[in-house]
Structures are given as C-alpha cells and as structure tokens.
C-alpha cells in the first residue's frame, strides 16, 4: 500500500508536514508548517522529531547508494517498479528536464512506520503462537492479511498508529507465558502497563480506556492472594503515575517550544477538546449513533473476524479477558459522539486474537459433527470473500482517493515553465491539501523556483488572480483545485477519484461491486498573453505581495542545495 497509494490525507497532515520540517528546516521554526496552518488542536512532535530523524538518515544513506552508480540510477528511474522512489535519483544527464521531488523521503518515513507497526505485530502473533499453539498464530496472521484497514493505516503518520505500535507492544507483554520465566511475572504486567501509560501521556489520551482495564485485570484476575494483590497495585499505579508525569514534562518541554506557548501539554489539549463533559467541540465534525461502532465500523474493520471473536469468546475461555478489555474499549468510546473507524486501533489485535482461537476450535470440532464441519468450511469461505472484498472494493477505493497527492504529481510531470519574473508560481486549493498534497510532493532540486501557495484566505475566483508582484503581473501561473471553471486558464490535466461503490448489472456480474470514479481536481494553468485582471484596482490591498511570495520560495528551498537561487546569496532570503 506504500507503492501504491504514497500519499497522506487531512487526518496525517500534521504529522506528514512536521516530519518533514524535521528532516529539512530542523531548528528554523519560523519555516515549519504549522506556524502558518496550526491545524484545530496541537498535536506533539515527539513522533515526527524520532520518525524524521530516522527518515533523513536512511533517506540520505539511500540517495548516496543509489546515485553512487549510473546502472542503479537507471533502475530506480522505472517509475512502474518504484513508484515515488523515482526521486533517490538526482538526474540522468545535464539536459534532463525532470522536476524533482521529496516524494521519496515520504515513503520512506511511511516504510520506516509500517515497519515498526509489523515488528509490534509480529511480537504479538509470535507470543500468541508461544502461549497458545502455532495454528492460533496462523489463523490471527491469515485473518490480519484478509482484512484491509490493519495493511492500509500501518505505515500512516496518524497518531494512532504511532500509539498502535507501541499498545501492540505492551500487549504482546500482557498476553506472554508467566511459566518458566527468568523475571517475576508481574514484571512484564508492569513494562504492559509502563509502555500504555506513555502512549496515554504523549500519542493518545484515549488509550486510559485501554489502561484501565488492563490495570485492573492484572492487577486483580492475576494475583495470588491479598498480599500479592496489594503489591501489584502499588507497583503498578507507581509506574503508571511516573511514566505519565515523566514523558508529560518531556512532551511539556518539546512542545511548548515548539508551538511557541509557555507551557502546552498537547494530549490535555486534546481531552479537553473531546472531553463529552467538558469543551466536547469535537461534535462540531460530525456525530456518529452510539452503536454504530458495533453495527459499522467492527464489521468493516474486522470482517469474517467479527463473528469468530464472538465464537471464540463463547467457546475458548483463554480469550475471554482479551475479549472483555476490547468491548469495555468499544463500550466506553461509544460515549463519544464523534466516532472514527481509526480510533479502535488499540484493540484490533485483541478482536483478532479472539477470532483466531474461534477458528482453532472450529477447527478442532470439525470432524465431531456435520454441523461442525460446516462452520469451519464457513469461516474459511469467509475469510476468502473477506480477502476479495478487502482488496476489490477498499483498496481500490482508497487508492483512487488522493486526488491532491496525484494532481501536484501531474503538475511536476507537465514540467512548468518560469515566468517572467524567473519562478513558477502554483496555488493549491483546500481540497487537494487535504488529499494528498504536502510538503513532501513539493520540488526537490528545481533550479526555476517552484513558488507552492495552499493559503485558503483569498480563496476565491477573483482573488486566485488577483496576486500582485511588483512587475504588476497577475498572480499563479498554475492552479490545481476542484472548480468546474477558472477564467483566463485552462485545463491541463484532470485527476479522477473515488466518487462511490455500486452493483455491476452486467454479465457476468463480475465483480459484484464497482468502484465508481470521475473527475476531482483539475491542473490549470494561465493563458499566455492574457493581461485581464479579475478585480477593480482599489482592491489592490487585498492581493499578496511579493515579499510574501518570496516567503514560500524560502520555505520549499532544500536547506544543503548551494544551488538553490534563495540560497547562493544569504541577502536574497526573504526573512533577512
């Protein structure tokens, strides 16, 4: 899915944007992104600040080998193996007129992601497969691979899957076999409890709701008597308090410098905002039923695991506390009128762990029974039409659901001219930001200064000409937004997206269901020679200038490029 679908959306925005001001401002914060889109609540950088320096040091390693030799520039050129990583090469040949990009430090930060998420998963499948038989720990793997949401967010910068990682983690701790161990058993609850506490103080707040009854469970279904009960309580609410208040002072520290506030704890911004007894602004997004995490999002996230964690809970008691910690989840978050498929991340791998055990013990009443035989023949049919459906319907949804990503890509591929005034201008419309297009898709290595705009406060028809310089000239030479009409410019390339799903009524109705696409995002650019202006001259104030414009030159400008125009002359840059 990183090949095939590189680009981010709204919901990683912060997180995309941040890593790479980290791999490419560092300590220049009057650059980073969110100085200027601050987004609705502060996020930390404690993620990004950790993802973006491993990015920029396997990224920069990466570009060294592959450039190092002709033959394996060429290799990485073929954009059809690739993909984005098209950009590891500098260029081919003096004459060569292809605009790079920082698309490969993006998919890179996202393999970098994916594969911190797959090492947490296979922690867990490997204790699974320890405690509770191999056939387990097969079933739970072939469940996970059948369904789509778990493969597609993976390697997403969302905080939830920063948070994914690491509860992953500290569940494969919860779950391991106490027999036979070198430390005390409560140790590992403890480290369970310690790794879900950071989670809680730094990436998501919402994760008490996974502490809570993990605290309990270990505290109270584990202990031996009294005594031992009182012990693990102390040690474990010790732990607790002190890794929250030790990595909220650290996220404290960062991050009030960072949003340059005195003192700022982002997860607390985050409760208050979707506290229901409290500010509960988060309504303003959309509200969901109470229920419709159990009758939506569960069947579309799990699939066929969905009924076999309810089998597995009713016939195999070692899953039954996985189970009860995963519903008290879904119970509690229910509360919350906006609801989010991705807020149930926390708990996926349990669902699945209770759905393995369901299919081992189907498998095992299989030949006891005609009936037995056909649920198992039936749950194996359903993880089939789970992997059809997950890859049929959602995958190709998604992919086709990042216009902004692949029209900014289409832009670079048109391979603009500058203007007269030596840089090409562009201005990037709310949608496309929203889908796809980041800082990373901005130009790498391009000598013509590619001037990005995605500010959205003079978006309008006149205004999106009305951009003034000092020559008197009109505004953007290119456009990409999703308007059916730009006077004075024309379309140069239309981008298709995800528009709905609906039954194939043609023989032999194959697939069943049909993604359903049409045009999204258009990539305009000026007509030469046209000198109309769109609006009256006294409203000459409300257009930008070109200090402004010079500004977002800056701040696309790749900090080690001696090459860049902004950057051969200290003097030339906007902000001296």
Known sequence: YVRVAPYTKVEESFNTQATHDVIFHENELNLWDHKEFPGVVPRTFLGPLVLGKATKILARAMEVVVNSNPVTKRVFRNEKIWGELK????????EETFVRTKMHYQVIMRMILGAASTFSLHKFHTVIGKNFGNDVAVYASALALAQFHLA???????????????????????????RGLKINSSVLDTLAIMVVSMVVA????????????????????????????????IANVMAMVTVIVAFAYTSITIDSRHWDQEYLWPEWEVLSFNNPMGANRSHHYGTKPFLWYAYSALPRMLLIAYPLSMYGFKHERRCRSAFMIASFFVFAYSFIGHKELRFLFPVFPLFNFCAACGMHRLNLNRKKSAEGNFLHALAWMGVIVSCAVSIGVFAKASI???????????????????NTLGHVRIHIDDHC??????????AYHDHNVIMYNKRQDHEHEGHLHAMLHDDGSRGHDWLINEYKKMPGYEIMRNITGFTGVKLNKKFPFWPPLLVEK?????VWRRRHGDARHWFEKNNREDAFDHQQE????????????????YRKDPGNRPDS
């Open 400 to 418: 086709a659901n990042y216009p902004g990503g692949e029209a900014l890509a289409a832009f670079h591929e048109l391979n603009p001219e500058h």
């Open 87 to 94: 950009h590891l090469v500098e260029t081919l040949n003096e």
């Open 433 to 442: 930001a929203q889908t796809g297009a980041s800082r990373f898709g901005q």
């Open 550 to 565: 010079m500004i977002w030159a800056h701040s696309g400008a790749r900090q080690h490029d001696d090459n860049h125009p």
């Open 202 to 233: 730094v990436f998501r707040c919402d994760n008490i709701l996974l502490l809570a009854p993990l605290g309990i469970h270990v505290t109270l279904f584990r202990m031996t008597d009294i005594y031992d009960a009182s012990l693990r309580i």
């Open 152 to 178: 597609f967010y993976a390697s997403r910068p969302l905080p939830n899957i920063f948070a994914f990682a690491l509860t992953t983690f500290a569940l494969s701790l919860w779950l391991e076999e106490r």
């Open 518 to 522: 049409d045009v999204r995002v258009k």
